[in-house]
């Protein structure tokens, strides 16, 4: 896991709430990436950012879901208003400076919409 | 349309026993190929790393290998262990024009139980 920290590790919420997924990468490592992963699907990027910048949102699904990266040590993936087809896994992972070095991932977060 | 195929999609084998896992892609502009083990309940954790200049990588008992002119790719583990069963996925990236913009494709993965 490599010291990428996801809170919380589960979450069960009704639908129609507000869901807030958070990330701490590792120090060091600027490209920061949230995924989310489904039986059906497999994994999927949703958004990538590059020292704090979001470079590509097109994997977001729709407006409902939000990300942010405030500082090099912390991004949050929102779900506002949530719903049942949401809950997946969601993971966070983090990669050096360029696009052939290591990706850690977290344990990720496994949400449930109900 | 970029696309990562793996086979099999499921394999059961016996402990001590190699065996090969299969990726196949569409992915253009090649940038890199990823293999990552996935256990139950964790994130993925990086196997190897390929760029188009590299044809074989090992990493322990795991070798990857890469023909970038037939966009094919296997893992080959050797003398599993019942640590090894996972799910194992083959990510493949490709690059495009513009500051840090590349697109990953991911496969579905094959799941691998090692059985005593």
């Known amino acids: 896991d490599a010291g990428v920290i996801q809170s919380p590790r589960h979450e069960v919420t009704e639908m129609g709430q507000e869901v807030t997924l958070r990330c701490k990468p590792i120090?060091?490592?600027?490209?920061l990436f949230w995924y989310r992963q489904t039986m059906m699907r497999g994994l999927e990027l949703l958004i990538y950012?590059?020292?704090?910048?979001?470079?590509?949102d097109s994997g977001m699904p729709e407006d409902r879901f939000s990300a942010k990266m405030p500082n090099a040590s912390f991004s949050t993936l929102k779900i506002q208003p949530s719903e049942p087809r949401d809950s997946a896994v969601y993971f966070c992972a983090v990669r050096g400076p360029t696009r052939n070095t290591e990706a850690f991932f977290g344990q990720g977060t496994r949400l449930t919409v109900v | 349309k970029n696309q990562v195929e793996q086979s099999p999609q499921s394999l059961i084998i016996l402990e001590g026993k190699n065996c090969t896992l299969q990726?196949?892609?569409?992915?253009?502009?090649?940038?890199?190929l990823r293999w990552y083990k996935q256990d139950t309940g964790r994130g993925p954790v990086s196997l190897t790393i390929m760029t188009f200049s590299e044809n074989t990588k090992s990493n322990g008992r795991y070798t990857a290998t890469l023909d970038a002119d037939t966009k094919q790719s296997s893992l080959h583990i050797t003398a599993s262990q019942l640590s090894d069963s996972a799910s194992y996925i083959c990510v493949v990236s490709a690059r495009y024009s513009g500051a840090g913009s590349y697109q990953l494709t991911f496969g579905k993965g094959t799941k691998l139980s090692v059985i005593p």
């Open positions: 120090s060091g490592h600027n490209s």
């Open positions: 950012f590059n020292n704090n910048v979001p470079i590509d």
């Open positions: 990726c196949n892609y569409t992915v253009s502009p090649f940038s890199n």
